[in-house]
């Protein structure tokens, strides 16, 4: 195999794992807290998973576990988009099968959950696994966003899982795709069939955490790559200083990945849109933010900046989602309508008598690119694509124009060029920091002890992580205690809750009480290249967000 | 200081630099060789550089030089630009400085050449330069794109160094500032004043090389940090499987960022400018070829893929090249005219009278997006902004119209979904790969040294780079050597010839002998980010064209 320098290298990389995974595999033995309760709602979440509501919590101690060694066949899955470790994860739920057991058998489940449904199946053998460890992206089996949803398609699942003789289902996706593995896991019970599932938190995004998931892995090696870039951007806009650097960052609603960047990097601004929600900030005041440290910087002759914008904002700003979701309700009504309208003109036009006078009014001040994409970009059910609305050209735009009145009005005196930028697919699948590849590896092996141990319902959980991996507290929790109720398309479904930033947390209130010199004065910090040989304190430390939050 | 940890530990670096430049620094004699000539029109050249031209090559030696010395006052400018190694040009320069002398001085200037010409300088000191050294960014001074011109900005040059009493002057420059170099140490001899001049060579493009220069610094870090994104991108394309991702790279003119990317990554394919050129592909050629490879790639159902698209290339594209020269002159003609017409038809109108009917043609199938760039984003000379226009959703626009009436003929099966992205920013102040910060150090060295033995007129000069440092050959190459006469803003200009993509060369031939499999088949390199600690084969390794040009 043809391969890079790095990737040789990197094989040879042996993850540090927490010490209770050390050792003889027999030697594992589960212990159970008390029975759990979910977050809210118990009652519904009850009678929808009457056999698996409220195991315990499971901790790993010390014991011998004969149990352990019997000969196992487990299916994985990797779901939803792409983080760094996936490959990890895989690995160390293998070698913990076939240190339990040599002739147990994994066998990956090809472009997400749809392998499962359509049965498309490859043994992950020692040799096919070997030149993945330690290595980014999903490519080993690939991954795919299908959702296990109808009864033809979980009925599909279980006859592949009986053809296959699995004794267990591994599912290593996000919030959604493991709320699947609880309902998988229900089913299976629901049926008589004694196929275990469990679940491993993914995503870069951040959004699932809770008391038991300290971080979802990927968010390390995302957060850093991104990073990265900020930091060389930063240090290229404080050496040419001309340039406004408007970043928008991949992260979906929540803006965990925006404010960590911020942690590491200090720009001169970051928008958090869980606070433009809560403060109902409009779009002409966040302009106005932007403008104001714009202007203070260019009294200090500083006409550069950097501003971090998380991908979701537009939902978050007030008139944006009234006007997204006016749009979205037209567009589903009187789609025909629309489409046969060519001119960008007459879609205004028409338009205007079909959504509210101030949702029209914001939408005839947009700058038309960004009109555009809200008018065209439209998924198959007629909905905005917000993930396609270049927000930071937006912003860019806004701001250019009330720069250029202020200026007029002779408060601003600076020149101003901005330039837009978009992160995301350059961080889902980079090497897996050191962080990322232990943990990822920790949570593989640990969902093999969770398997091992007759669990079905949980989702490994390793703790501490802010302390070196040989402290980290492994176990698994019952994925029942992270479900609410929620509304989606028309019905009341159960969800494993999204954590988004916390206002009152360490990570925000950091960010909060530095920000306002951030704004004005040249704080930047370049963090470099994610670095996976040097010394600890370059290779080794945890986010910012995850010191902050545990040490509370 | 608070900075970040990468930056604190690699002030630790140690660049290795020749062993020539090891030991007692009173040690090095420079030796010469033959007189030299330019490249091309050597009369006029002589004419213009009456005292300066025809210089021989100058190369360390082992031998006693007491001169090394004497007390000096030097200034150092970086100009143009940023290209990770800056600081540590700066840092080689010092510490040679202060060896020769320690009462020795040197004065940074601020904002690039526009900081001699105003007389903006700080002095460099120890405790100034320590935290930048290995660190990327022009920020120690700023740089700046003032070019010295008029004989008024050379009579300020010279007046603020003969305030400074300056003995030396180092540029640090791509081609135009050490041509501006090369006239500036012209000037100061004519004059009579003792000032030498000596220039450095920096651009991330990689255009500034010849026999004597084997690369500019800067290139190996830029490429690095742009190949570690697109081997990121193509691991998330690979592990995804749905979307084809069209990247754009920094590199003006040249296609060497592209192609070095594009070695080191293996991509479905990489557009190279000086191809386009030669050949007169056409752009429907172009889409052309792009659609072949989309199109044999879903034949396997892989409907992903990856695609490099240098920055210049739409001044390559024949008809691209003659629509925009007809704009220019248009806009240069009747610009008045042009910006009263406010509608982007009416424009489109008002240019069907003004440009030739093909030119015109041509203007209205271009995706609406880019053919305003063409109309709106303009110079101060009414020139279109070739850097600024999106070539990559040009490229993409074009290549989904094709692909949409490939699939109604029936030849193409499979889903397009197309993700455009530019780099550039992102690289230019990265801190140096071991490679840039070794040889940016053997650089300012030299320079020192040329100084110290009297020259002006020279480039500092590090050669045999694929070699381990120590190994590495230094001394000064006479600026004249480089150059020829061209045309520029309407009149023959002495200037250093830019080297472009050479299509017989050791790279061109690399990339054209793989490139139709990796058209086709999956045969993605994932580089990973740039290593500073780790083994020799993943932290010390220059480009793959520095090996393949030296080999050849």
């Given at each position: 195999m043809d391969i890079s320098v790095l990737q040789k290298v990197r094989y040879g990389y042996t993850p540090k794992i927490p010490s209770i995974l050390e050792?003889?595999?027999?030697d594992i033995l589960v212990e159970f807290g008390q029975p759990t309760e979910a977050i809210a709602d118990r009652d519904a979440l009850k009678e929808i998973f009457?056999?698996?509501?409220g195991k315990p919590v499971a901790v790993f101690g010390r014991g011998r576990n004969e149990a352990i060694g019997r000969e196992l066949k487990v299916g994985v899955i990797l779901s939803g988009g792409q983080a760094p470790g996936g490959h990890n994860v895989i690995a160390g739920l293998f070698d913990g099968l076939k240190k339990g057991n040599p002739s147990s058998k994994l066998y990956g489940f090809l472009g997400g959950p749809g392998g499962l449904v359509d049965n498309k199946a490859v043994e992950l053998t020692a040799g096919k696994i070997e030149p993945y460890?330690?290595?980014?992206?999903?490519?080993?089996i690939g991954s795919g966003r299908t959702k296990i949803e109808t009864p033809q398609q979980f009925a599909a699942s279980l006859q592949t899982a009986k053809k296959l003789m699995l004794d267990a289902l591994v599912i290593i996706g996000g919030d959604d795709s493991n709320t699947n593995a609880a309902l998988l896991a229900e089913y299976f019970l629901e049926r008589g069939a004694s196929i275990q599932v469990i679940g491993c938190p993914k995503t870069?995004?951040?959004?699932?955490?809770?008391e038991h998931i300290e971080t979802s892995f990927g968010f390390d090696t995302a957060c850093k790559t991104f990073s990265e870039l900020i930091g060389n951007i930063q240090r290229d806009a404080n050496s040419a200083k001309k340039y406004w650097h408007f970043i928008r960052l991949m992260g979906r609603a929540a803006s965990h990945i925006a404010l960590e960047c911020a942690l590491q990097t200090r720009p001169n601004m970051c928008v958090i849109s869980e606070e433009v929600e809560e403060k109902e900030i409009s779009l002409t005041q966040l302009v106005e933010d932007i403008c104001n440290s714009v202007v203070k910087r260019a009294d200090n002759r500083e006409n550069f900046g950097v501003i971090l914008i998380p991908e979701g904002l537009v939902e978050f700003i007030p008139e944006m989602k009234k006007l997204i979701s006016e749009l979205n309700d037209v567009m589903a009504a009187k789609e025909d309508e629309f489409s046969k309208i060519t001119s960008f003109a007459g879609q205004l036009r028409w338009l205007s008598r079909k959504i509210s006078p101030v949702s029209y009014k914001l939408l005839e001040t947009l700058p038309p690119q960004i009109a555009g994409q809200l008018l065209l970009?439209?998924?198959?059910?007629?909905?905005?694509?917000?993930?396609?609305?270049d927000t930071e050209k937006l912003l860019m735009g806004m701001v250019e124009s009330r720069l250029a009145r202020l200026k007029e009005e002779g408060i601003y005196k600076g020149k101003f060029s901005p330039l837009g930028h978009f992160f995301g697919y350059e961080g889902r699948c980079a090497f897996p920091t050191n962080f990322d590849a232990d943990y990822c590896y920790s949570l593989g092996y640990s969902a093999f002890v969770l398997i091992a141990s007759g669990l079905t319902g949980y989702i490994a959980s390793v703790k501490n992580l802010a302390a070196p991996a040989s402290e980290w507290i492994a176990g698994g929790v019952p994925l029942t205690m992270m479900m609410n109720m929620e509304q989606r398309h028309g019905s009341k479904k159960p969800v494993i809750k999204k954590a988004l930033v916390d206002l009152e947390g360490g990570p925000f209130k950091a960010f909060d009480a530095a920000r306002d010199t951030w704004a004005v004065k040249t704080m930047f910090h370049y963090p470099g290249a994610i670095q996976y040989f040097g010394p600890a304190e370059v290779c080794d430390q945890p986010t910012k967000t995850l010191k902050l939050e545990l040490e509370q």
């Open positions: 050792g003889e595999i027999a009457k056999r698996s509501y460890r330690n290595t980014g992206g999903f490519d080993i870069i995004d951040g959004d699932l955490k809770n970009d439209r998924d198959p059910h007629g909905n905005v694509m917000v993930s396609r609305i």
